[in-house]
């Protein structure tokens, strides 16, 4: 199917040494992407690149810090001043659990700079390149959390509705230079930054029966989403949060 064909295309994958970015990395590459994957941890970066090359995929490194503005837009320059990027995933986040009325405002203000900022300073370095070249696919990892709250988490809701919001934005200023500006939503999956959570019996119990497909979801499960809004097959598709989340936002 050649609307969903990736070859020739260069993703940039931020925060996609483990977890969602690794996995969704893989999805591109498979696709026929060549991926750039991008974390602050040198050794833990070069790791899953070589990872991802035993699979046969066409990896570069690029290490920057996605909270810092001048060290993403140097990085992007840098890049771009030899190749292009085509596809940004905006991937790179963190969570910090606790009682709202306790919440440390260091706590809220690294949170916001990694979950919410970094897309901003990732995603405006990224779009300038390709503004100029008239095309462009940017997808930003929001959360189940972009439209519903639980508690202790209130801080990482309000960045994940961000998200939500600021995917719209892009989409209202960058459609009109060719770029497609989309979100995924992903529920509860099986990753490191879930890892209590997961370990919890308790909690996953109450997954299971919450969430109307009964159980987690797979890292892998989110590859199929990212290579539709990767692809010319989603051509028409801007402004959109797709929820991937086995029918937890749509269940009462």
Not at 93 to 111: K, N, S, T
Not at 127 to 151: D, E, Y
Not at 205 to 229: C, D, I, N, S, Y
Request: glycine share 12%; proline share 4%; with cysteine.
């Amino acid at each position: 199917m050649p609307n969903f064909d990736l070859t020739g295309r260069v993703a940039l994958v931020t925060g996609s040494s483990k977890g969602i970015g690794f996995a969704l990395s893989q999805g591109l590459a498979e696709a026929g992407a060549r991926i750039v994957m991008n974390a602050r941890g040198l050794d833990d970066l070069e790791t899953a690149a070589e990872r991802l090359r035993g699979t046969g995929a066409q990896v570069d490194t690029l290490p920057f810090d996605v909270t810092d503005a001048q060290a993403a837009r140097d990085a992007i320059d840098g890049y771009e001043a030899d190749g292009q990027i085509d596809i940004l995933i905006n991937n790179a986040g963190m969570q910090h659990r606790g009682p709202l009325e306790e919440f440390e405002v260091d706590a809220f203000d690294r949170l916001m700079r990694t979950n919410v900022n970094s897309v901003f300073y990732v995603g405006q370095a990224v779009a300038r390149h390709m503004i100029g070249r008239g095309r462009g696919k940017i997808i930003n990892i929001a959360s189940v959390q972009t439209s519903l709250a639980r508690p202790g988490i209130a801080p990482y809701t309000a960045s994940k509705g961000a998200i939500g919001n600021l995917t719209k934005g892009m989409a209202t200023d960058w459609a009109k230079h060719g770029l497609n500006c989309n979100a995924i939503a992903p529920g509860y999956f099986e990753t490191p930054l879930n890892a209590a959570l997961v370990a919890d019996p308790e909690f996953s119990a109450w997954l299971a029966k919450r969430t109307p497909q009964g159980r987690w979801g797979k890292v892998e499960e989110l590859q199929g989403a990212a290579v539709f809004l990767a692809s010319d097959a989603a051509s028409f598709v801007n402004g959109h949060t797709l929820f991937v989340d086995g029918g937890i936002t749509a269940s009462l």
